[in-house]
Protein backbone atom coordinates (compact mmCIF):
# COMPACT_ATOMS: atom_id res chain seq x y z
CA UNK A 1 0.00 0.00 0.00
CA UNK A 2 1.64 3.15 -0.98
CA UNK A 3 1.77 6.40 1.38
CA UNK A 4 -0.72 8.38 -1.13
CA UNK A 5 -3.40 5.81 0.03
CA UNK A 6 -2.63 5.59 4.27
CA UNK A 7 -4.85 8.04 6.08
CA UNK A 8 -2.68 8.37 8.65
CA UNK A 9 -0.60 10.61 6.84
CA UNK A 10 -3.25 12.10 5.00
CA UNK A 11 -4.19 13.86 8.21
CA UNK A 12 -1.03 15.03 8.81
CA UNK A 13 -0.19 16.13 5.33
CA UNK A 14 -4.08 17.24 3.79
CA UNK A 15 -3.99 20.35 5.48
CA UNK A 16 -0.45 21.61 3.69
CA UNK A 17 -3.06 23.55 0.96
CA UNK A 18 -1.00 26.26 0.00
CA UNK A 19 2.42 27.91 0.03
CA UNK A 20 0.65 31.36 1.07
CA UNK A 21 2.23 33.35 4.08
CA UNK A 22 -0.10 33.82 6.84
CA UNK A 23 -1.80 36.88 7.56
CA UNK A 24 -4.48 38.08 9.68
CA UNK A 25 -7.17 36.95 7.66
CA UNK A 26 -5.83 33.34 6.62
CA UNK A 27 -3.78 32.51 9.62
CA UNK A 28 -6.47 29.96 11.11
CA UNK A 29 -6.62 27.83 7.83
CA UNK A 30 -2.53 27.11 8.62
CA UNK A 31 -3.23 25.64 12.06
CA UNK A 32 -3.44 22.52 12.36
CA UNK A 33 -6.31 22.52 15.12
CA UNK A 34 -6.25 18.72 16.30
CA UNK A 35 -2.66 19.31 17.12
CA UNK A 36 -2.47 22.77 18.78
CA UNK A 37 -5.60 21.41 20.82
CA UNK A 38 -3.39 18.12 21.87
CA UNK A 39 -0.17 19.68 22.24
CA UNK A 40 -1.34 22.81 23.82
CA UNK A 41 -4.64 23.61 24.41
CA UNK A 42 -5.50 20.46 26.51
CA UNK A 43 -2.20 21.00 28.69
CA UNK A 44 -2.70 24.43 29.67
CA UNK A 45 -6.45 23.35 30.67
CA UNK A 46 -4.65 20.97 33.10
CA UNK A 47 -2.26 23.10 34.11
CA UNK A 48 -4.98 25.26 35.35
CA UNK A 49 -7.05 22.53 36.62
CA UNK A 50 -3.81 21.23 38.98
CA UNK A 51 -3.98 24.35 40.99
CA UNK A 52 -6.89 23.16 42.43
CA UNK A 53 -6.73 19.42 42.14
CA UNK A 54 -4.05 18.43 45.41
CA UNK A 55 -1.29 16.04 43.83
CA UNK A 56 -1.36 13.16 46.32
CA UNK A 57 1.82 10.95 47.28
CA UNK A 58 0.06 8.09 45.62
CA UNK A 59 -0.58 9.82 42.51
CA UNK A 60 2.72 11.04 41.51
CA UNK A 61 4.40 7.77 42.55
CA UNK A 62 2.23 6.55 39.68
CA UNK A 63 2.71 9.65 37.65
CA UNK A 64 6.55 9.09 37.34
CA UNK A 65 6.00 5.27 37.02
CA UNK A 66 3.82 5.48 34.20
CA UNK A 67 5.71 8.59 32.92
CA UNK A 68 9.09 6.12 32.96
CA UNK A 69 7.21 3.31 31.31
CA UNK A 70 5.89 5.19 28.50
CA UNK A 71 8.87 6.93 27.36
CA UNK A 72 10.58 3.82 27.63
CA UNK A 73 8.03 2.47 24.88
CA UNK A 74 7.76 5.55 22.90
CA UNK A 75 11.93 6.17 22.89
CA UNK A 76 12.63 2.20 22.22
CA UNK A 77 9.73 1.54 20.18
CA UNK A 78 8.92 4.43 17.81
CA UNK A 79 12.50 5.71 17.94
CA UNK A 80 14.84 3.34 17.97
CA UNK A 81 13.18 0.26 16.61
CA UNK A 82 10.57 1.34 14.18
CA UNK A 83 12.23 4.81 12.76
CA UNK A 84 15.94 3.20 12.97
CA UNK A 85 15.35 -0.17 13.01
CA UNK A 86 18.61 -0.23 15.46
CA UNK A 87 16.81 -3.67 17.11
CA UNK A 88 14.31 -6.10 16.63
CA UNK A 89 11.77 -7.67 19.38
CA UNK A 90 9.51 -9.95 19.87
CA UNK A 91 5.77 -9.76 19.13
CA UNK A 92 4.71 -9.14 22.77
CA UNK A 93 7.35 -6.46 23.22
CA UNK A 94 6.44 -4.89 20.17
CA UNK A 95 2.53 -5.13 21.28
CA UNK A 96 3.36 -3.59 24.30
CA UNK A 97 5.65 -0.42 22.45
CA UNK A 98 2.91 -0.21 19.90
CA UNK A 99 -0.41 0.57 22.13
CA UNK A 100 2.16 2.56 25.07
CA UNK A 101 3.52 4.82 22.77
CA UNK A 102 0.55 6.26 21.74
CA UNK A 103 -0.47 7.49 25.22
CA UNK A 104 2.01 10.40 24.81
CA UNK A 105 0.20 11.84 21.81
CA UNK A 106 2.71 11.92 19.70
CA UNK A 107 1.17 10.55 16.49
CA UNK A 108 0.43 7.02 15.02
CA UNK A 109 3.65 5.33 14.09
CA UNK A 110 2.77 5.55 10.67
CA UNK A 111 2.55 9.24 11.10
CA UNK A 112 5.56 9.66 13.67
CA UNK A 113 7.65 7.61 11.82
CA UNK A 114 7.96 8.79 8.29
CA UNK A 115 8.43 12.40 9.95
CA UNK A 116 11.45 11.52 11.90
CA UNK A 117 12.90 9.71 8.93
CA UNK A 118 12.46 13.14 6.71
CA UNK A 119 14.05 14.96 9.73
CA UNK A 120 17.14 12.43 9.59
CA UNK A 121 17.46 12.54 5.60
CA UNK A 122 16.82 15.78 5.19
CA UNK A 123 18.50 17.68 8.18
CA UNK A 124 18.62 21.46 8.06
CA UNK A 125 17.17 21.68 4.85
CA UNK A 126 13.77 23.24 3.52
CA UNK A 127 12.73 19.52 3.49
CA UNK A 128 13.41 18.78 7.19
CA UNK A 129 9.41 19.20 8.79
CA UNK A 130 11.45 20.53 12.25
CA UNK A 131 13.91 22.80 9.89
CA UNK A 132 16.35 24.35 13.17
CA UNK A 133 16.95 27.70 10.83
CA UNK A 134 13.58 27.99 10.96
CA UNK A 135 14.10 29.50 14.43
CA UNK A 136 13.62 28.01 17.40
CA UNK A 137 10.32 28.19 18.13
CA UNK A 138 9.60 26.67 14.90
CA UNK A 139 11.72 23.87 15.34
CA UNK A 140 10.25 23.12 19.16
CA UNK A 141 6.30 23.09 18.10
CA UNK A 142 5.83 24.97 15.69
CA UNK A 143 6.32 22.73 12.77
CA UNK A 144 3.52 20.55 14.71
CA UNK A 145 1.26 23.00 15.06
CA UNK A 146 1.27 24.59 12.00
CA UNK A 147 0.36 22.90 8.27
CA UNK A 148 2.77 21.47 6.30
CA UNK A 149 4.09 23.19 3.53
CA UNK A 150 4.38 21.04 0.37
CA UNK A 151 8.04 20.32 0.44
CA UNK A 152 7.81 19.02 3.50
CA UNK A 153 5.22 16.82 2.98
CA UNK A 154 6.62 15.57 0.21
CA UNK A 155 9.65 14.45 1.89
CA UNK A 156 7.99 12.94 4.68
CA UNK A 157 5.75 10.66 1.74
CA UNK A 158 9.43 10.31 0.40
CA UNK A 159 10.58 8.76 3.64
CA UNK A 160 7.82 6.65 4.67
CA UNK A 161 9.26 2.84 3.53
CA UNK A 162 7.68 -0.17 2.79
CA UNK A 163 8.41 -1.82 6.37
CA UNK A 164 5.47 0.35 7.90
CA UNK A 165 3.00 -1.42 5.75
CA UNK A 166 4.50 -5.10 6.27
CA UNK A 167 3.82 -5.19 9.36
CA UNK A 168 -0.18 -6.04 10.68
CA UNK A 169 0.44 -4.64 14.27
CA UNK A 170 1.56 -1.19 12.85
CA UNK A 171 -1.37 -1.50 11.31
CA UNK A 172 -3.62 -2.53 13.85
CA UNK A 173 -2.19 0.77 15.65
CA UNK A 174 -2.44 3.42 13.11
CA UNK A 175 -6.71 2.31 12.75
CA UNK A 176 -7.22 2.16 16.33
CA UNK A 177 -4.65 5.20 17.31
CA UNK A 178 -7.03 7.61 18.82
CA UNK A 179 -8.85 5.23 21.01
CA UNK A 180 -5.45 3.65 21.91
CA UNK A 181 -4.20 7.25 22.72
CA UNK A 182 -7.02 7.86 24.72
CA UNK A 183 -7.16 4.47 26.67
CA UNK A 184 -3.27 4.45 27.49
CA UNK A 185 -2.97 7.99 27.43
CA UNK A 186 -5.95 9.22 29.72
CA UNK A 187 -8.35 6.45 30.89
CA UNK A 188 -5.72 4.08 32.35
CA UNK A 189 -4.05 6.74 34.33
CA UNK A 190 -7.29 8.02 35.66
CA UNK A 191 -8.81 4.41 36.38
CA UNK A 192 -5.57 2.99 38.19
CA UNK A 193 -4.90 6.19 40.68
CA UNK A 194 -9.34 6.30 40.86
CA UNK A 195 -9.82 2.46 41.97
CA UNK A 196 -6.82 2.42 44.01
CA UNK A 197 -6.93 5.61 46.03
CA UNK A 198 -9.43 7.48 44.75
CA UNK A 199 -8.03 10.15 42.70
CA UNK A 200 -9.52 9.95 39.49
CA UNK A 201 -9.28 13.30 38.43
CA UNK A 202 -5.70 13.78 40.05
CA UNK A 203 -4.70 10.48 37.74
CA UNK A 204 -6.06 12.24 34.82
CA UNK A 205 -4.77 15.74 35.13
CA UNK A 206 -1.10 14.60 36.32
CA UNK A 207 -0.51 11.06 35.14
CA UNK A 208 -2.58 11.40 31.65
CA UNK A 209 -2.36 15.24 30.34
CA UNK A 210 0.83 16.44 31.99
CA UNK A 211 2.87 13.24 31.86
CA UNK A 212 2.16 13.10 28.02
CA UNK A 213 2.81 17.14 28.23
CA UNK A 214 6.60 16.88 29.59
CA UNK A 215 7.36 13.65 27.02
CA UNK A 216 6.00 15.32 24.70
CA UNK A 217 7.70 19.22 25.41
CA UNK A 218 11.19 16.77 26.13
CA UNK A 219 10.92 15.30 22.59
CA UNK A 220 10.72 18.52 21.34
CA UNK A 221 13.56 19.96 23.37
CA UNK A 222 15.70 17.43 21.19
CA UNK A 223 14.45 18.80 17.66
CA UNK A 224 15.13 22.18 19.11
CA UNK A 225 17.59 22.75 21.91
CA UNK A 226 19.53 19.39 20.56
CA UNK A 227 20.47 21.29 17.31
CA UNK A 228 20.97 24.56 19.00
CA UNK A 229 22.97 24.03 22.53
CA UNK A 230 25.92 21.38 22.67
CA UNK A 231 28.76 19.86 21.28
CA UNK A 232 29.42 18.05 17.95
CA UNK A 233 32.38 15.92 18.65
CA UNK A 234 31.31 13.18 15.44
CA UNK A 235 30.87 15.96 12.74
CA UNK A 236 30.06 19.71 12.77
CA UNK A 237 28.73 19.78 9.58
CA UNK A 238 24.95 19.84 9.90
CA UNK A 239 23.01 21.18 13.49
CA UNK A 240 23.11 17.92 15.19
CA UNK A 241 24.28 18.01 18.78
CA UNK A 242 25.30 16.21 21.82
CA UNK A 243 23.64 17.72 24.96
CA UNK A 244 23.78 16.14 28.38
CA UNK A 245 21.16 18.02 29.57
CA UNK A 246 18.61 16.86 27.44
CA UNK A 247 19.92 12.84 27.78
CA UNK A 248 18.22 13.29 31.36
CA UNK A 249 15.39 15.51 30.43
CA UNK A 250 14.54 12.70 27.58
CA UNK A 251 15.45 9.21 28.96
CA UNK A 252 18.46 8.95 27.22
CA UNK A 253 17.95 10.72 23.56
CA UNK A 254 20.44 13.52 24.34
CA UNK A 255 23.23 12.45 22.39
CA UNK A 256 21.78 13.77 19.48
CA UNK A 257 25.13 13.90 17.33
CA UNK A 258 26.09 10.54 17.74
CA UNK A 259 22.67 9.71 16.90
CA UNK A 260 22.37 11.28 13.92
CA UNK A 261 25.62 10.22 12.75
CA UNK A 262 24.98 6.34 13.70
CA UNK A 263 21.25 6.16 13.31
CA UNK A 264 20.91 2.76 13.42
CA UNK A 265 22.71 2.23 16.57
CA UNK A 266 20.37 0.92 19.37
CA UNK A 267 22.21 3.23 21.42
CA UNK A 268 22.21 6.81 21.96
CA UNK A 269 24.78 7.59 24.40
CA UNK A 270 27.57 5.23 24.15
CA UNK A 271 30.35 6.12 27.22
CA UNK A 272 28.95 5.00 31.03
CA UNK A 273 28.71 8.63 31.51
CA UNK A 274 26.38 9.77 29.07
CA UNK A 275 22.49 8.74 30.28
CA UNK A 276 20.91 6.16 28.15
CA UNK A 277 18.60 4.05 30.16
CA UNK A 278 16.60 2.85 26.91
CA UNK A 279 19.98 1.58 25.95
CA UNK A 280 19.98 -0.46 29.06
CA UNK A 281 16.29 -1.53 28.67
CA UNK A 282 17.34 -2.79 25.47
CA UNK A 283 19.92 -4.50 26.51
CA UNK A 284 18.23 -6.09 29.23
CA UNK A 285 15.62 -7.18 26.93
CA UNK A 286 18.14 -8.62 24.86
CA UNK A 287 19.79 -10.71 27.06
CA UNK A 288 16.38 -12.22 28.43
CA UNK A 289 15.62 -12.90 25.02
CA UNK A 290 12.76 -10.29 24.19
CA UNK A 291 15.20 -8.64 22.02
CA UNK A 292 16.45 -10.92 19.41
CA UNK A 293 18.83 -8.59 17.42
CA UNK A 294 20.83 -5.64 18.38
CA UNK A 295 22.47 -2.62 15.94
CA UNK A 296 26.34 -1.68 17.56
CA UNK A 297 28.30 0.65 15.29
CA UNK A 298 31.88 -0.93 15.18
CA UNK A 299 34.07 1.22 17.31
CA UNK A 300 36.33 1.71 14.52
CA UNK A 301 33.76 3.59 12.54
CA UNK A 302 33.24 5.69 15.41
CA UNK A 303 36.79 6.17 16.30
CA UNK A 304 37.27 7.36 12.57
CA UNK A 305 34.17 10.01 12.67
CA UNK A 306 36.16 11.58 16.20
CA UNK A 307 39.80 11.63 14.68
CA UNK A 308 38.45 13.34 11.53
CA UNK A 309 36.22 15.88 13.49
CA UNK A 310 39.36 16.23 15.86
CA UNK A 311 41.57 16.88 12.97
CA UNK A 312 39.27 19.70 11.26
CA UNK A 313 39.18 21.51 14.41
CA UNK A 314 42.77 21.20 14.90
CA UNK A 315 43.06 22.40 11.02
CA UNK A 316 40.92 25.38 12.13
CA UNK A 317 43.26 26.02 15.09
CA UNK A 318 46.01 25.78 13.17
CA UNK A 319 45.15 28.17 10.57
CA UNK A 320 44.69 30.79 13.09
CA UNK A 321 47.95 30.99 14.21
CA UNK A 322 50.63 32.28 12.16
CA UNK A 323 53.57 29.93 11.18
CA UNK A 324 55.49 32.56 9.09
CA UNK A 325 55.13 33.18 5.20
CA UNK A 326 55.19 29.86 3.28
CA UNK A 327 59.01 29.31 1.96
CA UNK A 328 57.76 28.95 -1.44
CA UNK A 329 56.25 32.37 -1.30
CA UNK A 330 59.41 34.07 -0.18
CA UNK A 331 61.67 36.13 -2.41
CA UNK A 332 64.89 34.32 -3.34
CA UNK A 333 67.81 36.36 -3.60
CA UNK A 334 71.41 35.34 -3.69
CA UNK A 335 73.85 35.09 -1.00
CA UNK A 336 76.04 38.27 -2.36
CA UNK A 337 72.24 40.48 -2.04
CA UNK A 338 71.68 39.19 1.30
CA UNK A 339 74.88 41.01 2.57
CA UNK A 340 74.54 43.84 1.01
CA UNK A 341 70.92 44.33 2.05
CA UNK A 342 72.11 43.52 5.60
CA UNK A 343 75.28 45.77 5.67
CA UNK A 344 74.42 48.42 3.56
CA UNK A 345 70.72 48.72 2.50
CA UNK A 346 69.01 48.15 5.76
CA UNK A 347 71.82 48.07 8.68
CA UNK A 348 69.08 48.96 10.79
CA UNK A 349 67.49 45.39 10.65
CA UNK A 350 68.89 42.61 12.14
CA UNK A 351 68.54 40.08 8.81
CA UNK A 352 70.19 36.60 10.12
CA UNK A 353 70.27 33.42 7.49
CA UNK A 354 69.42 30.13 9.33
CA UNK A 355 69.18 27.15 6.78
CA UNK A 356 69.21 29.44 3.64
CA UNK A 357 66.24 30.81 5.06
CA UNK A 358 66.89 34.93 5.60
CA UNK A 359 65.26 36.47 8.85
CA UNK A 360 64.64 40.11 9.93
CA UNK A 361 64.72 39.42 13.82
CA UNK A 362 65.25 42.79 14.26
CA UNK A 363 61.68 42.81 16.65
CA UNK A 364 63.44 40.50 18.66
CA UNK A 365 66.83 41.33 19.39
CA UNK A 366 66.42 42.92 22.56
CA UNK A 367 64.58 39.90 23.76
CA UNK A 368 66.85 37.57 23.07
CA UNK A 369 67.23 34.72 26.15
CA UNK A 370 70.85 34.34 25.37
CA UNK A 371 71.45 38.28 25.33
CA UNK A 372 71.68 41.20 22.36
CA UNK A 373 75.35 40.28 21.52
CA UNK A 374 75.01 36.96 20.40
CA UNK A 375 72.11 37.51 18.15
CA UNK A 376 73.87 41.05 16.93
CA UNK A 377 77.44 38.98 16.13
CA UNK A 378 75.27 36.66 13.17
CA UNK A 379 73.50 39.85 11.69
CA UNK A 380 74.30 39.79 8.35
CA UNK A 381 75.84 36.22 8.44
CA UNK A 382 74.75 32.00 8.13
CA UNK A 383 73.81 31.38 11.80
CA UNK A 384 72.55 27.97 10.75
CA UNK A 385 75.26 26.28 13.06
CA UNK A 386 75.05 28.29 16.42
CA UNK A 387 71.04 28.31 16.05
CA UNK A 388 71.25 24.68 15.37
CA UNK A 389 73.65 23.66 18.44
CA UNK A 390 76.80 24.48 18.32
CA UNK A 391 76.19 27.58 20.38
CA UNK A 392 72.73 26.83 21.49
CA UNK A 393 70.27 23.93 20.46
CA UNK A 394 67.01 26.24 20.43
CA UNK A 395 63.62 24.60 21.68
CA UNK A 396 61.02 23.80 18.85
CA UNK A 397 59.53 27.04 19.94
CA UNK A 398 62.26 29.01 19.04
CA UNK A 399 61.89 27.60 15.58
CA UNK A 400 58.51 28.17 15.25
CA UNK A 401 59.00 32.02 16.28
CA UNK A 402 61.83 31.98 14.15
CA UNK A 403 59.59 31.06 11.35
CA UNK A 404 57.63 34.33 11.99
CA UNK A 405 60.32 36.57 11.27
CA UNK A 406 61.57 34.48 7.90
CA UNK A 407 62.04 37.41 5.02
CA UNK A 408 63.46 35.36 1.76
CA UNK A 409 65.39 32.77 0.92
CA UNK A 410 69.32 32.02 -0.32
CA UNK A 411 69.51 31.03 -3.63
CA UNK A 412 72.94 29.41 -3.37
CA UNK A 413 75.93 29.70 -0.55
CA UNK A 414 77.22 26.56 1.03
CA UNK A 415 73.48 26.29 2.71
CA UNK A 416 72.30 24.69 -0.68
CA UNK A 417 68.77 25.92 0.66
CA UNK A 418 68.27 23.13 3.01
CA UNK A 419 64.40 23.08 2.71
CA UNK A 420 64.59 21.83 -0.07
CA UNK A 421 66.42 19.07 0.30
CA UNK A 422 64.28 17.86 3.21
CA UNK A 423 60.74 18.46 0.93
CA UNK A 424 62.77 16.74 -1.81
CA UNK A 425 63.73 14.03 0.38
CA UNK A 426 60.46 13.43 2.37
CA UNK A 427 58.13 11.43 0.48
CA UNK A 428 55.26 12.40 2.88
CA UNK A 429 54.99 16.19 2.08
CA UNK A 430 51.47 16.08 -0.03
CA UNK A 431 50.38 14.43 3.12
CA UNK A 432 51.29 17.46 4.98
CA UNK A 433 48.30 19.63 4.51
CA UNK A 434 46.00 20.17 6.49
CA UNK A 435 42.19 19.64 5.06
CA UNK A 436 42.07 23.61 3.73
CA UNK A 437 45.64 23.26 2.20
CA UNK A 438 47.92 24.68 4.78
CA UNK A 439 51.34 23.10 5.31
CA UNK A 440 50.95 21.54 8.57
CA UNK A 441 54.80 21.50 10.34
CA UNK A 442 55.29 19.12 12.75
CA UNK A 443 57.14 19.93 15.97
CA UNK A 444 60.92 19.22 15.02
CA UNK A 445 60.26 19.16 11.23
CA UNK A 446 60.46 22.83 11.35
CA UNK A 447 62.26 24.30 8.38
CA UNK A 448 65.07 26.00 10.00
CA UNK A 449 66.28 22.61 12.25
CA UNK A 450 69.16 20.78 10.64
CA UNK A 451 70.53 19.74 13.92
CA UNK A 452 71.90 16.40 12.61
CA UNK A 453 74.09 18.06 9.59
CA UNK A 454 76.41 20.54 12.10
CA UNK A 455 76.00 17.90 15.01
CA UNK A 456 77.87 15.81 12.90
CA UNK A 457 80.15 18.81 11.69
CA UNK A 458 80.87 19.54 14.79
CA UNK A 459 81.65 16.57 16.17
CA UNK A 460 84.31 16.35 13.01
ZN1 LIG B 1 17.64 15.72 15.16
ZN1 LIG C 1 16.34 9.46 15.22
Known amino acids: MSISNH ?43 SFDTPLTKNTLQFSISYYLFTVTCFQAGYHRLWAHRSFTATSSIKFIYAVFGTSCGLGSIKTW ?35 PKVKVKNSIKECYGDDLDNEKLIDWQSDNYHELAILTGLLIPCLICGIFWNDYFGGLIYAGVLRAFIIQQNSFFVNSIGHVLGTQPYDDRKSHRNN ?49 KINRTADTSIVQCLLQQEQ ?94 RIAVLSGGTEKIVWKQQ ?15 NKIVRTGEQATIVKKTFRTADAA
Open 423 to 437: QAENKDVPLKQDSQG
Open 7 to 49: KTVKEYTRRSLNESSMTKWNWYRHINWVNLTVIIILPLLALYK
Open 244 to 292: WALSFLTFGEGSNNFHHEFSADFRNGIHWYEFDPVKYHILSLYYIGLVT
Open 113 to 147: VPIHRAHHRYIDTEKDPHHIRKGLWYSHFGWIILN
Open 312 to 405: KLIDRKRSQLNWGVPIDRLPIISSDEFTKWAKEIAPERALVAVAGIVHDVTPFVNDHPGGISLIKASIGKDATSAFNGAVYDHSTAAHNLLATM
